[in-house]
Protein backbone atom coordinates (compact mmCIF):
# COMPACT_ATOMS: atom_id res chain seq x y z
CA UNK A 1 0.00 0.00 0.00
CA UNK A 2 2.93 2.78 0.83
CA UNK A 3 4.81 1.72 -2.34
CA UNK A 4 1.74 2.00 -4.16
CA UNK A 5 0.78 5.31 -2.78
CA UNK A 6 4.44 6.46 -3.36
CA UNK A 7 4.55 5.28 -6.83
CA UNK A 8 1.41 7.16 -7.79
CA UNK A 9 2.94 10.09 -5.88
CA UNK A 10 5.61 10.17 -7.80
CA UNK A 11 4.36 9.77 -10.89
CA UNK A 12 2.08 12.65 -10.13
CA UNK A 13 4.91 14.53 -9.16
CA UNK A 14 6.34 14.48 -12.67
CA UNK A 15 3.29 15.24 -14.19
CA UNK A 16 2.97 18.41 -12.15
CA UNK A 17 6.59 19.47 -13.05
CA UNK A 18 5.41 18.82 -16.82
CA UNK A 19 2.22 21.23 -16.25
CA UNK A 20 4.79 23.94 -14.63
CA UNK A 21 6.87 23.57 -17.71
CA UNK A 22 3.92 24.01 -20.03
CA UNK A 23 2.18 27.54 -17.74
CA UNK A 24 5.81 28.57 -17.83
CA UNK A 25 6.28 27.71 -21.83
CA UNK A 26 3.26 29.88 -22.21
CA UNK A 27 4.40 33.43 -21.93
CA UNK A 28 7.25 32.71 -24.62
CA UNK A 29 4.81 30.51 -26.88
CA UNK A 30 3.36 34.16 -28.27
CA UNK A 31 4.32 34.90 -31.31
CA UNK A 32 5.91 38.45 -31.31
CA UNK A 33 6.62 40.38 -27.97
CA UNK A 34 4.94 39.47 -24.89
CA UNK A 35 5.54 43.01 -23.52
CA UNK A 36 4.50 44.84 -26.33
CA UNK A 37 1.14 42.97 -26.35
CA UNK A 38 0.37 43.16 -22.92
CA UNK A 39 1.42 46.90 -23.24
CA UNK A 40 -0.21 47.90 -26.33
CA UNK A 41 0.85 49.67 -29.25
CA UNK A 42 1.09 53.06 -27.31
CA UNK A 43 3.47 52.30 -24.92
CA UNK A 44 7.23 53.95 -24.21
CA UNK A 45 10.21 51.79 -24.39
CA UNK A 46 10.77 52.94 -20.79
CA UNK A 47 7.96 51.05 -19.69
CA UNK A 48 8.40 47.76 -22.24
CA UNK A 49 11.73 47.26 -20.15
CA UNK A 50 10.60 48.15 -16.91
CA UNK A 51 7.88 45.19 -17.37
CA UNK A 52 10.52 42.93 -19.17
CA UNK A 53 12.89 43.32 -16.04
CA UNK A 54 9.74 42.67 -13.85
CA UNK A 55 8.66 39.79 -15.44
CA UNK A 56 12.58 38.70 -15.85
CA UNK A 57 12.08 38.39 -19.21
CA UNK A 58 15.84 39.74 -19.83
CA UNK A 59 17.30 36.51 -18.60
CA UNK A 60 18.34 33.42 -19.89
CA UNK A 61 15.61 30.47 -20.74
CA UNK A 62 16.43 28.27 -17.84
CA UNK A 63 17.26 30.66 -15.19
CA UNK A 64 13.94 32.24 -15.65
CA UNK A 65 12.30 28.72 -15.42
CA UNK A 66 14.06 28.13 -12.19
CA UNK A 67 13.35 31.20 -10.92
CA UNK A 68 9.79 30.71 -11.92
CA UNK A 69 9.78 27.29 -10.16
CA UNK A 70 11.14 28.41 -7.23
CA UNK A 71 8.68 31.26 -6.66
CA UNK A 72 5.91 28.66 -7.74
CA UNK A 73 6.85 26.04 -5.13
CA UNK A 74 6.79 29.61 -2.66
CA UNK A 75 3.30 30.14 -3.46
CA UNK A 76 4.19 32.81 -5.50
CA UNK A 77 2.30 32.80 -9.18
CA UNK A 78 3.45 36.22 -9.54
CA UNK A 79 1.35 39.72 -9.80
CA UNK A 80 -1.84 40.04 -12.34
CA UNK A 81 -0.85 42.52 -14.90
CA UNK A 82 -4.45 44.13 -15.09
CA UNK A 83 -4.97 44.38 -10.92
CA UNK A 84 -1.71 44.45 -9.69
CA UNK A 85 -2.46 42.34 -7.00
CA UNK A 86 -1.05 38.22 -6.66
CA UNK A 87 -2.12 36.25 -8.45
CA UNK A 88 -2.83 33.73 -6.46
CA UNK A 89 -5.01 35.80 -3.98
CA UNK A 90 -7.41 36.51 -6.96
CA UNK A 91 -7.46 32.41 -7.92
CA UNK A 92 -8.31 32.09 -4.02
CA UNK A 93 -10.67 34.52 -3.90
CA UNK A 94 -12.91 32.70 -7.15
CA UNK A 95 -11.85 29.37 -6.44
CA UNK A 96 -14.71 28.69 -3.89
CA UNK A 97 -17.83 29.54 -5.99
CA UNK A 98 -15.87 27.00 -8.68
CA UNK A 99 -15.67 23.98 -5.86
CA UNK A 100 -20.01 24.78 -5.00
CA UNK A 101 -20.88 24.67 -8.23
CA UNK A 102 -18.52 21.70 -9.80
CA UNK A 103 -19.41 19.59 -6.37
CA UNK A 104 -22.77 20.57 -6.70
CA UNK A 105 -23.09 19.45 -10.06
CA UNK A 106 -21.10 16.51 -9.70
CA UNK A 107 -23.67 15.32 -6.75
CA UNK A 108 -26.89 15.49 -9.57
CA UNK A 109 -24.40 14.05 -11.47
CA UNK A 110 -24.12 10.61 -9.80
CA UNK A 111 -27.41 10.67 -8.43
CA UNK A 112 -28.77 10.83 -11.70
CA UNK A 113 -26.47 8.79 -13.93
CA UNK A 114 -26.36 6.51 -11.50
CA UNK A 115 -30.00 6.02 -11.27
CA UNK A 116 -30.54 6.23 -15.01
CA UNK A 117 -27.94 3.25 -15.59
CA UNK A 118 -29.48 0.75 -12.55
CA UNK A 119 -32.89 1.43 -14.25
CA UNK A 120 -31.44 0.97 -17.57
CA UNK A 121 -29.65 -2.31 -17.01
CA UNK A 122 -32.59 -3.74 -15.04
CA UNK A 123 -34.96 -3.31 -17.71
CA UNK A 124 -32.65 -4.09 -20.54
CA UNK A 125 -33.78 -3.96 -24.26
CA UNK A 126 -36.96 -1.57 -23.42
CA UNK A 127 -38.10 1.14 -24.43
CA UNK A 128 -37.03 2.57 -20.75
CA UNK A 129 -32.86 1.26 -21.31
CA UNK A 130 -33.51 2.76 -24.95
CA UNK A 131 -34.82 6.06 -23.79
CA UNK A 132 -32.16 6.67 -20.90
CA UNK A 133 -29.10 5.36 -23.34
CA UNK A 134 -30.73 7.87 -26.41
CA UNK A 135 -30.78 10.94 -23.41
CA UNK A 136 -27.19 10.09 -22.72
CA UNK A 137 -25.71 10.67 -26.06
CA UNK A 138 -28.08 13.47 -26.31
CA UNK A 139 -26.66 14.80 -23.50
CA UNK A 140 -23.00 14.44 -25.46
CA UNK A 141 -24.01 16.65 -27.93
CA UNK A 142 -26.07 19.43 -26.35
CA UNK A 143 -23.86 22.28 -26.07
CA UNK A 144 -23.04 23.12 -22.47
CA UNK A 145 -23.77 26.76 -22.28
CA UNK A 146 -26.93 26.44 -24.75
CA UNK A 147 -28.49 23.97 -22.16
CA UNK A 148 -27.91 26.58 -19.96
CA UNK A 149 -29.38 29.14 -21.66
CA UNK A 150 -32.44 26.81 -22.25
CA UNK A 151 -32.63 26.67 -18.46
CA UNK A 152 -32.32 30.25 -17.83
CA UNK A 153 -35.53 30.73 -20.88
CA UNK A 154 -37.74 28.57 -19.14
CA UNK A 155 -37.47 28.52 -15.60
CA UNK A 156 -36.04 32.10 -14.85
CA UNK A 157 -37.63 34.18 -17.70
CA UNK A 158 -40.93 32.32 -18.14
CA UNK A 159 -41.69 30.89 -15.11
CA UNK A 160 -39.62 33.42 -13.03
CA UNK A 161 -38.46 30.79 -10.26
CA UNK A 162 -35.01 32.04 -10.10
CA UNK A 163 -33.51 34.85 -9.86
CA UNK A 164 -32.05 36.60 -12.77
CA UNK A 165 -28.00 35.74 -12.80
CA UNK A 166 -25.08 37.25 -11.27
CA UNK A 167 -25.74 35.92 -7.59
CA UNK A 168 -23.79 33.06 -5.27
CA UNK A 169 -26.72 32.30 -3.08
CA UNK A 170 -28.37 28.90 -3.46
CA UNK A 171 -31.36 29.93 -5.55
CA UNK A 172 -28.48 31.33 -7.88
CA UNK A 173 -26.59 28.01 -7.70
CA UNK A 174 -29.92 25.40 -8.42
CA UNK A 175 -30.04 26.31 -12.59
CA UNK A 176 -25.81 26.22 -13.42
CA UNK A 177 -25.01 23.21 -11.30
CA UNK A 178 -28.36 21.27 -12.52
CA UNK A 179 -26.57 22.06 -16.12
CA UNK A 180 -23.17 20.74 -15.46
CA UNK A 181 -25.03 17.86 -13.71
CA UNK A 182 -27.03 16.53 -16.59
CA UNK A 183 -24.30 16.98 -19.06
CA UNK A 184 -21.88 14.65 -16.90
CA UNK A 185 -24.04 12.24 -15.61
CA UNK A 186 -24.41 11.11 -19.22
CA UNK A 187 -20.95 9.10 -19.26
CA UNK A 188 -21.84 7.88 -15.76
CA UNK A 189 -25.38 6.60 -16.64
CA UNK A 190 -23.78 5.04 -19.56
CA UNK A 191 -20.67 2.95 -17.70
CA UNK A 192 -23.09 2.50 -14.79
CA UNK A 193 -25.13 0.39 -17.18
CA UNK A 194 -22.48 -1.38 -18.72
CA UNK A 195 -21.05 -2.94 -15.32
CA UNK A 196 -24.71 -3.66 -14.07
CA UNK A 197 -25.75 -5.48 -17.30
CA UNK A 198 -22.47 -7.75 -16.79
CA UNK A 199 -23.20 -8.18 -12.88
CA UNK A 200 -26.77 -8.98 -13.24
CA UNK A 201 -25.65 -12.01 -15.55
CA UNK A 202 -23.38 -13.81 -12.58
CA UNK A 203 -24.78 -16.73 -10.54
CA UNK A 204 -24.98 -15.35 -7.10
CA UNK A 205 -27.17 -12.52 -8.46
CA UNK A 206 -29.51 -15.43 -9.33
CA UNK A 207 -28.98 -16.60 -5.85
CA UNK A 208 -30.26 -13.64 -3.97
CA UNK A 209 -33.22 -13.80 -6.02
CA UNK A 210 -33.80 -17.58 -5.47
CA UNK A 211 -33.55 -16.90 -1.62
CA UNK A 212 -36.43 -14.43 -2.14
CA UNK A 213 -34.86 -11.08 -1.62
CA UNK A 214 -36.80 -7.89 -2.60
CA UNK A 215 -35.60 -6.72 -6.77
CA UNK A 216 -34.22 -3.60 -4.67
CA UNK A 217 -31.71 -5.20 -2.18
CA UNK A 218 -30.56 -7.31 -5.75
CA UNK A 219 -30.18 -4.17 -7.62
CA UNK A 220 -28.92 -1.86 -4.79
CA UNK A 221 -27.04 -4.56 -2.41
CA UNK A 222 -26.07 -6.92 -4.33
CA UNK A 223 -25.03 -6.11 -8.32
CA UNK A 224 -23.95 -1.59 -7.56
CA UNK A 225 -21.72 -2.75 -5.25
CA UNK A 226 -19.64 -4.65 -7.49
CA UNK A 227 -20.56 -2.70 -10.93
CA UNK A 228 -19.15 0.66 -8.80
CA UNK A 229 -15.59 0.32 -9.55
CA UNK A 230 -15.36 1.84 -13.21
CA UNK A 231 -17.74 4.00 -11.95
CA UNK A 232 -15.39 5.59 -9.11
CA UNK A 233 -13.04 5.93 -11.92
CA UNK A 234 -14.73 8.06 -14.03
CA UNK A 235 -16.19 9.99 -11.50
CA UNK A 236 -12.42 10.81 -10.87
CA UNK A 237 -12.08 11.69 -14.53
CA UNK A 238 -15.01 13.75 -14.63
CA UNK A 239 -14.16 16.21 -12.46
CA UNK A 240 -11.66 17.45 -14.31
CA UNK A 241 -13.90 17.78 -17.92
CA UNK A 242 -16.37 19.25 -15.11
CA UNK A 243 -14.23 21.86 -14.23
CA UNK A 244 -13.75 22.55 -17.78
CA UNK A 245 -17.31 22.34 -18.02
CA UNK A 246 -17.54 25.32 -15.50
CA UNK A 247 -15.69 27.61 -17.14
CA UNK A 248 -18.55 27.76 -20.03
CA UNK A 249 -21.32 27.30 -17.37
CA UNK A 250 -19.72 30.14 -15.25
CA UNK A 251 -19.65 32.28 -18.18
CA UNK A 252 -23.63 32.01 -18.60
CA UNK A 253 -24.89 32.28 -15.68
CA UNK A 254 -22.37 34.92 -14.50
CA UNK A 255 -21.00 33.08 -11.95
CA UNK A 256 -18.12 34.42 -10.03
CA UNK A 257 -15.47 31.79 -10.64
CA UNK A 258 -12.36 30.70 -11.95
CA UNK A 259 -13.81 30.20 -15.17
CA UNK A 260 -14.85 33.43 -15.34
CA UNK A 261 -11.74 34.94 -14.29
CA UNK A 262 -9.93 33.00 -17.15
CA UNK A 263 -11.78 34.31 -19.50
CA UNK A 264 -11.71 37.73 -18.21
CA UNK A 265 -7.70 36.91 -18.06
CA UNK A 266 -7.23 35.55 -21.50
CA UNK A 267 -9.63 38.58 -23.29
CA UNK A 268 -7.33 41.11 -21.16
CA UNK A 269 -4.26 39.51 -21.88
CA UNK A 270 -3.40 39.24 -18.55
CA UNK A 271 -0.56 36.43 -19.01
CA UNK A 272 0.75 36.20 -15.26
CA UNK A 273 -2.81 35.28 -14.31
CA UNK A 274 -3.74 32.68 -17.47
CA UNK A 275 -0.05 31.00 -16.76
CA UNK A 276 -1.41 30.68 -12.84
CA UNK A 277 -4.61 29.54 -14.00
CA UNK A 278 -3.73 26.69 -16.03
CA UNK A 279 -1.15 25.55 -13.56
CA UNK A 280 -3.70 25.82 -10.20
CA UNK A 281 -5.97 23.83 -12.32
CA UNK A 282 -3.62 21.57 -13.56
CA UNK A 283 -2.09 21.21 -9.69
CA UNK A 284 -5.90 20.68 -8.53
CA UNK A 285 -6.24 17.73 -11.17
CA UNK A 286 -2.86 15.62 -10.52
CA UNK A 287 -4.56 16.04 -6.82
CA UNK A 288 -7.67 14.90 -7.30
CA UNK A 289 -6.07 11.97 -9.60
CA UNK A 290 -3.96 10.58 -7.04
CA UNK A 291 -6.93 10.73 -4.34
CA UNK A 292 -9.25 8.75 -6.92
CA UNK A 293 -6.34 5.87 -7.37
CA UNK A 294 -6.22 5.88 -3.51
CA UNK A 295 -9.62 5.36 -3.41
CA UNK A 296 -9.87 2.76 -5.97
CA UNK A 297 -7.23 0.61 -4.11
CA UNK A 298 -9.44 1.14 -1.12
CA UNK A 299 -12.26 -0.28 -2.49
CA UNK A 300 -10.58 -3.26 -4.26
CA UNK A 301 -7.13 -4.18 -2.69
CA UNK A 302 -6.41 -6.35 -5.92
CA UNK A 303 -6.33 -3.39 -8.48
CA UNK A 304 -3.36 -2.08 -6.05
CA UNK A 305 -0.86 -5.56 -7.22
CA UNK A 306 -2.32 -5.48 -10.89
CA UNK A 307 -1.60 -1.76 -11.33
CA UNK A 308 1.71 -1.65 -9.81
CA UNK A 309 2.80 -4.36 -12.28
CA UNK A 310 1.15 -2.57 -15.45
CA UNK A 311 3.48 0.78 -13.92
CA UNK A 312 6.75 -1.04 -14.03
CA UNK B 1 -22.65 -32.52 -65.46
CA UNK B 2 -23.69 -33.31 -61.95
CA UNK B 3 -26.99 -34.86 -62.95
CA UNK B 4 -24.37 -37.04 -65.95
CA UNK B 5 -22.29 -38.32 -62.56
CA UNK B 6 -24.31 -38.68 -59.38
CA UNK B 7 -21.60 -40.06 -57.21
CA UNK B 8 -19.62 -36.88 -56.86
CA UNK B 9 -20.72 -34.86 -53.19
CA UNK B 10 -22.47 -31.95 -54.91
CA UNK B 11 -20.64 -28.30 -55.52
CA UNK B 12 -20.57 -26.21 -53.48
CA UNK B 13 -23.01 -23.12 -53.98
CA UNK B 14 -21.82 -20.28 -55.69
CA UNK B 15 -21.01 -18.03 -53.38
CA UNK B 16 -21.53 -14.91 -55.87
CA UNK B 17 -25.40 -15.84 -56.36
CA UNK B 18 -26.42 -14.21 -53.07
CA UNK B 19 -24.69 -11.04 -54.15
CA UNK B 20 -25.94 -10.76 -57.64
CA UNK B 21 -29.64 -9.29 -56.63
CA UNK B 22 -27.86 -6.30 -55.03
CA UNK B 23 -25.30 -3.83 -56.63
CA UNK B 24 -22.15 -5.85 -57.69
CA UNK B 25 -19.93 -2.99 -56.28
CA UNK B 26 -20.97 -3.51 -52.92
CA UNK B 27 -19.72 -7.15 -52.03
CA UNK B 28 -21.88 -8.97 -49.44
CA UNK B 29 -19.49 -7.95 -46.22
CA UNK B 30 -17.83 -5.11 -47.84
CA UNK B 31 -17.85 -2.02 -45.21
CA UNK B 32 -20.35 -0.14 -47.06
CA UNK B 33 -22.81 -3.42 -47.14
CA UNK B 34 -22.15 -3.03 -43.04
CA UNK B 35 -23.22 0.55 -43.26
CA UNK B 36 -25.83 0.35 -45.15
CA UNK B 37 -27.23 -2.35 -42.65
CA UNK B 38 -26.84 -0.32 -40.05
CA UNK B 39 -29.68 1.58 -39.24
CA UNK B 40 -28.01 3.71 -36.97
CA UNK B 41 -25.50 4.44 -39.91
CA UNK B 42 -28.35 4.75 -42.88
CA UNK B 43 -30.52 7.71 -40.79
CA UNK B 44 -27.15 9.45 -39.30
CA UNK B 45 -25.31 9.42 -42.28
CA UNK B 46 -28.56 10.53 -44.77
CA UNK B 47 -28.75 13.44 -42.16
CA UNK B 48 -25.01 14.03 -42.37
CA UNK B 49 -25.29 14.65 -46.21
CA UNK B 50 -28.08 16.91 -46.04
CA UNK B 51 -25.72 18.92 -43.67
CA UNK B 52 -22.84 18.81 -45.98
CA UNK B 53 -25.38 19.78 -48.79
CA UNK B 54 -26.65 22.84 -46.91
CA UNK B 55 -23.11 23.44 -46.14
CA UNK B 56 -22.13 24.16 -49.66
CA UNK B 57 -24.95 25.57 -50.71
CA UNK B 58 -26.33 27.73 -47.71
CA UNK B 59 -25.31 30.55 -49.14
CA UNK B 60 -27.80 29.91 -52.22
CA UNK B 61 -30.23 28.71 -50.34
CA UNK B 62 -30.05 31.87 -47.57
CA UNK B 63 -32.76 34.60 -48.70
CA UNK B 64 -30.34 37.29 -47.29
CA UNK B 65 -27.18 38.54 -47.08
CA UNK B 66 -26.05 37.15 -43.37
CA UNK B 67 -24.50 40.22 -42.44
CA UNK B 68 -26.98 43.00 -43.78
CA UNK B 69 -29.55 44.53 -41.58
CA UNK B 70 -32.85 45.47 -41.95
CA UNK B 71 -33.56 48.71 -39.48
CA UNK B 72 -36.70 48.51 -39.90
CA UNK B 73 -36.83 45.10 -38.54
CA UNK B 74 -34.89 44.76 -35.28
CA UNK B 75 -35.50 42.07 -32.92
CA UNK B 76 -38.77 40.72 -35.40
CA UNK B 77 -39.59 36.77 -34.75
CA UNK B 78 -40.39 34.51 -37.04
CA UNK B 79 -42.40 35.71 -39.53
CA UNK B 80 -43.05 34.80 -43.55
CA UNK B 81 -40.12 37.40 -44.47
CA UNK B 82 -37.79 36.52 -41.74
CA UNK B 83 -38.56 32.65 -41.34
CA UNK B 84 -36.25 32.56 -38.15
CA UNK B 85 -36.79 36.23 -36.69
CA UNK B 86 -34.01 38.86 -36.53
CA UNK B 87 -31.23 39.56 -33.99
CA UNK B 88 -30.69 43.21 -32.83
CA UNK B 89 -29.37 44.88 -36.10
CA UNK B 90 -32.34 43.58 -38.18
CA UNK B 91 -29.91 40.44 -39.43
CA UNK B 92 -31.82 37.60 -40.90
CA UNK B 93 -31.27 34.75 -38.25
CA UNK B 94 -31.97 32.00 -41.02
CA UNK B 95 -29.47 33.38 -43.46
CA UNK B 96 -26.59 33.51 -40.34
CA UNK B 97 -27.49 30.06 -39.64
CA UNK B 98 -27.21 28.86 -43.19
CA UNK B 99 -24.13 30.35 -43.53
CA UNK B 100 -23.12 29.40 -40.20
CA UNK B 101 -23.36 25.66 -41.59
CA UNK B 102 -20.39 25.69 -43.89
CA UNK B 103 -18.33 27.75 -41.06
CA UNK B 104 -19.13 24.77 -38.46
CA UNK B 105 -18.35 22.22 -41.02
CA UNK B 106 -15.23 23.81 -42.15
CA UNK B 107 -13.99 24.47 -38.42
CA UNK B 108 -14.79 20.81 -37.78
CA UNK B 109 -12.90 19.38 -40.78
CA UNK B 110 -9.66 21.79 -40.14
CA UNK B 111 -9.79 21.08 -36.13
CA UNK B 112 -10.28 17.24 -36.66
CA UNK B 113 -7.40 17.44 -39.49
CA UNK B 114 -5.15 18.89 -37.16
CA UNK B 115 -5.85 16.36 -34.34
CA UNK B 116 -5.88 13.19 -36.42
CA UNK B 117 -2.34 14.04 -38.66
CA UNK B 118 -0.32 15.08 -35.45
CA UNK B 119 -2.33 12.48 -32.65
CA UNK B 120 -2.13 9.70 -35.37
CA UNK B 121 1.86 10.27 -36.26
CA UNK B 122 2.49 10.73 -32.25
CA UNK B 123 0.55 7.33 -31.21
CA UNK B 124 2.02 5.30 -33.93
CA UNK B 125 5.22 6.52 -33.81
CA UNK B 126 4.71 5.79 -29.72
CA UNK B 127 3.44 2.43 -30.53
CA UNK B 128 5.41 1.00 -33.26
CA UNK B 129 9.12 2.33 -31.72
CA UNK B 130 8.55 1.44 -28.04
CA UNK B 131 11.34 2.02 -25.72
CA UNK B 132 12.21 5.32 -24.06
CA UNK B 133 10.61 7.18 -27.50
CA UNK B 134 7.24 5.70 -26.17
CA UNK B 135 7.85 6.58 -21.95
CA UNK B 136 8.59 10.09 -23.42
CA UNK B 137 5.97 10.91 -25.49
CA UNK B 138 3.25 9.52 -23.01
CA UNK B 139 4.61 11.14 -20.18
CA UNK B 140 4.16 14.26 -22.44
CA UNK B 141 0.19 13.45 -23.33
CA UNK B 142 -0.16 12.87 -19.78
CA UNK B 143 1.12 16.02 -18.99
CA UNK B 144 -1.30 17.54 -21.42
CA UNK B 145 -4.36 15.16 -20.56
CA UNK B 146 -4.16 16.75 -16.89
CA UNK B 147 -5.45 20.06 -18.17
CA UNK B 148 -9.19 19.87 -19.47
CA UNK B 149 -9.34 20.08 -23.00
CA UNK B 150 -11.53 23.51 -23.04
CA UNK B 151 -9.04 25.49 -20.95
CA UNK B 152 -6.29 23.92 -22.83
CA UNK B 153 -7.71 25.25 -25.89
CA UNK B 154 -8.64 28.60 -24.29
CA UNK B 155 -4.80 28.78 -22.62
CA UNK B 156 -3.53 28.10 -26.96
CA UNK B 157 -6.24 30.91 -28.05
CA UNK B 158 -4.40 33.10 -25.56
CA UNK B 159 -1.11 32.53 -27.29
CA UNK B 160 -1.99 32.87 -30.36
CA UNK B 161 -5.06 35.53 -30.00
CA UNK B 162 -8.76 35.34 -30.60
CA UNK B 163 -10.21 34.52 -33.89
CA UNK B 164 -12.18 31.64 -35.84
CA UNK B 165 -8.91 30.31 -37.19
CA UNK B 166 -7.01 30.21 -33.88
CA UNK B 167 -9.58 28.52 -32.29
CA UNK B 168 -9.62 25.68 -34.81
CA UNK B 169 -6.36 25.52 -34.25
CA UNK B 170 -6.42 25.24 -30.22
CA UNK B 171 -9.80 22.49 -30.62
CA UNK B 172 -7.45 20.81 -32.72
CA UNK B 173 -3.98 20.43 -30.31
CA UNK B 174 -6.03 20.23 -27.75
CA UNK B 175 -7.54 17.18 -28.78
CA UNK B 176 -4.36 15.56 -29.68
CA UNK B 177 -3.22 14.21 -26.28
CA UNK B 178 -5.82 11.71 -25.54
CA UNK B 179 -5.85 10.56 -29.52
CA UNK B 180 -2.48 9.96 -29.26
CA UNK B 181 -3.07 7.55 -26.43
CA UNK B 182 -6.31 5.69 -28.32
CA UNK B 183 -4.05 5.00 -31.49
CA UNK B 184 -1.04 3.69 -29.55
CA UNK B 185 -3.41 1.49 -27.82
CA UNK B 186 -4.52 0.65 -31.50
CA UNK B 187 -0.71 0.36 -32.31
CA UNK B 188 0.36 -1.62 -29.85
CA UNK B 189 -2.51 -4.43 -30.04
CA UNK B 190 -2.09 -4.45 -34.04
CA UNK B 191 1.46 -5.21 -33.00
CA UNK B 192 1.57 -7.82 -31.11
CA UNK B 193 -1.13 -9.86 -33.58
CA UNK B 194 0.50 -13.12 -35.05
CA UNK B 195 0.24 -11.86 -38.48
CA UNK B 196 2.74 -8.85 -37.62
CA UNK B 197 5.15 -10.98 -35.70
CA UNK B 198 5.00 -13.58 -38.98
CA UNK B 199 5.71 -11.27 -41.63
CA UNK B 200 8.49 -10.02 -39.31
CA UNK B 201 9.94 -13.43 -38.63
CA UNK B 202 10.05 -13.53 -42.49
CA UNK B 203 12.30 -10.35 -42.47
CA UNK B 204 9.37 -7.69 -43.88
CA UNK B 205 10.84 -4.50 -43.23
CA UNK B 206 9.72 -2.00 -40.40
CA UNK B 207 8.16 0.25 -43.29
CA UNK B 208 6.65 -2.24 -44.70
CA UNK B 209 5.01 -3.38 -41.95
CA UNK B 210 4.68 -0.10 -40.63
CA UNK B 211 2.52 0.61 -43.71
CA UNK B 212 0.90 -2.40 -44.88
CA UNK B 213 -0.10 -3.57 -41.63
CA UNK B 214 -0.25 -1.64 -38.71
CA UNK B 215 -1.58 1.31 -40.41
CA UNK B 216 -4.76 -0.25 -42.29
CA UNK B 217 -5.45 -2.25 -39.36
CA UNK B 218 -5.67 0.38 -37.02
CA UNK B 219 -7.77 2.70 -39.39
CA UNK B 220 -11.04 1.39 -38.28
CA UNK B 221 -10.72 2.17 -34.60
CA UNK B 222 -9.12 5.68 -35.37
CA UNK B 223 -12.21 5.97 -37.95
CA UNK B 224 -14.45 6.02 -34.53
CA UNK B 225 -12.19 7.84 -32.90
CA UNK B 226 -12.13 10.78 -35.78
CA UNK B 227 -15.97 10.49 -36.20
CA UNK B 228 -16.91 11.13 -32.57
CA UNK B 229 -13.91 13.69 -32.42
CA UNK B 230 -15.58 15.81 -34.81
CA UNK B 231 -18.34 16.05 -32.26
CA UNK B 232 -16.11 17.33 -29.72
CA UNK B 233 -14.07 19.71 -32.22
CA UNK B 234 -17.66 21.60 -33.50
CA UNK B 235 -18.51 21.89 -29.43
CA UNK B 236 -15.20 22.85 -28.33
CA UNK B 237 -15.12 25.77 -31.55
CA UNK B 238 -18.80 27.25 -30.53
CA UNK B 239 -18.23 27.47 -26.80
CA UNK B 240 -14.82 29.38 -27.59
CA UNK B 241 -16.77 31.45 -30.09
CA UNK B 242 -19.52 31.69 -27.49
CA UNK B 243 -17.02 33.02 -24.98
CA UNK B 244 -15.62 35.47 -26.77
CA UNK B 245 -12.39 34.01 -28.05
CA UNK B 246 -13.24 31.99 -31.04
CA UNK B 247 -15.17 33.43 -34.34
CA UNK B 248 -15.14 37.52 -34.76
CA UNK B 249 -19.19 39.30 -35.20
CA UNK B 250 -19.76 39.75 -37.36
CA UNK B 251 -18.78 35.79 -38.85
CA UNK B 252 -22.13 34.28 -38.70
CA UNK B 253 -20.58 31.19 -36.15
CA UNK B 254 -23.23 29.51 -34.59
CA UNK B 255 -21.31 29.64 -31.12
CA UNK B 256 -21.34 33.26 -31.60
CA UNK B 257 -25.19 33.63 -32.63
CA UNK B 258 -25.88 32.01 -29.17
CA UNK B 259 -23.53 34.53 -27.01
CA UNK B 260 -25.41 37.05 -28.91
CA UNK B 261 -28.57 35.76 -28.44
CA UNK B 262 -28.04 35.51 -24.63
CA UNK B 263 -27.66 38.99 -24.60
CA UNK B 264 -31.62 39.14 -25.74
CA UNK B 265 -32.58 36.24 -23.83
CA UNK B 266 -35.75 38.25 -22.45
CA UNK B 267 -37.25 39.68 -25.50
CA UNK B 268 -36.02 37.08 -28.14
CA UNK B 269 -36.07 33.29 -27.65
CA UNK B 270 -35.99 32.71 -30.83
CA UNK B 271 -32.14 33.87 -31.24
CA UNK B 272 -30.73 31.84 -28.56
CA UNK B 273 -32.70 28.70 -29.45
CA UNK B 274 -31.95 28.23 -33.48
CA UNK B 275 -28.20 28.15 -33.86
CA UNK B 276 -28.49 25.72 -30.03
CA UNK B 277 -30.70 23.43 -32.50
CA UNK B 278 -28.88 23.16 -35.11
CA UNK B 279 -25.60 22.73 -33.39
CA UNK B 280 -27.21 19.53 -31.29
CA UNK B 281 -28.40 18.08 -34.45
CA UNK B 282 -25.29 18.18 -36.29
CA UNK B 283 -23.24 16.65 -33.11
CA UNK B 284 -26.07 14.42 -31.96
CA UNK B 285 -26.02 12.74 -35.90
CA UNK B 286 -21.83 12.59 -35.72
CA UNK B 287 -21.64 10.77 -32.71
CA UNK B 288 -24.74 8.45 -33.34
CA UNK B 289 -22.37 7.74 -36.30
CA UNK B 290 -19.59 6.99 -34.21
CA UNK B 291 -21.64 4.70 -32.09
CA UNK B 292 -22.79 2.68 -35.08
CA UNK B 293 -19.28 2.80 -36.80
CA UNK B 294 -18.58 1.61 -33.17
CA UNK B 295 -20.78 -1.18 -33.60
CA UNK B 296 -19.72 -2.11 -37.18
CA UNK B 297 -16.22 -2.60 -35.83
CA UNK B 298 -16.06 -4.19 -32.85
CA UNK B 299 -19.90 -6.12 -32.07
CA UNK B 300 -18.89 -7.09 -29.12
CA UNK B 301 -18.81 -3.75 -27.67
CA UNK B 302 -22.18 -3.10 -28.83
Redesign the interface.
Known amino acids: MKQFLLQRLG ?1 GL ?2 LL ?2 SI ?1 SFA ?1 IH ?3 GDPIRIMLGENATAEQVQALREQLGLNQPLLTQYFQYLSHVVQGDLGTSFKTGRPVLTEIIERFPATVKLAASGMLIAIFIGITMGILAARFKDTLLDFSAMSLA ?2 G ?7 LG ?2 L ?2 FFT ?1 KLGWFPIAGGTGFMDLVLPAVTLGVLASTVISRLTRAGMVEVLTFDYIRTARAKGLGESAVLFVHAFRNAMIPVVTIVGLQI ?2 L ?3 T ?2 IE ?2 FDWPGLGSL ?2 S ?3 S ?1 D ?1 PL ?1 QG ?2 LF ?2 VI ?2 LI ?1 VLVDVLYSVIDPRIEVGKLKEGT | MNQANPVLPAPPPVPSQKGTSRMTWIREDSFLEKLWRNPKARYSLGILLVVIAVGIAGPWLAPHDPTQPFYEDLLTGPSAEHMLGTDSIGRDVLSRLLHGARVTLMVAVMAVSITFITGTFIGVTSGFVGGIVDQVLM ?2 M ?3 L ?6 MA ?2 I ?4 G ?1 SLTNAMIAVGIAGIPKYARLTRGATLSVKSSGYVEASRAVGTSHARILLFQIMPNIMSPLLVYTTLQI ?1 IAI ?1 DT ?2 LS ?4 GAQPPTPEW ?1 TM ?1 SE ?2 EY ?2 DA ?1 WL ?2 F ?2 IS ?2 IV ?2 T ?3 LG ?1 ALRDIFDPKSA
Open positions: SIVGIFLLIPTLVSIPSFWILIMVASLGGVIRVAIAIARFVIIIGFVN | RIDILAIPNIIMAVAILPGLAAFIGLGLGKIHWATPGITVFVNID
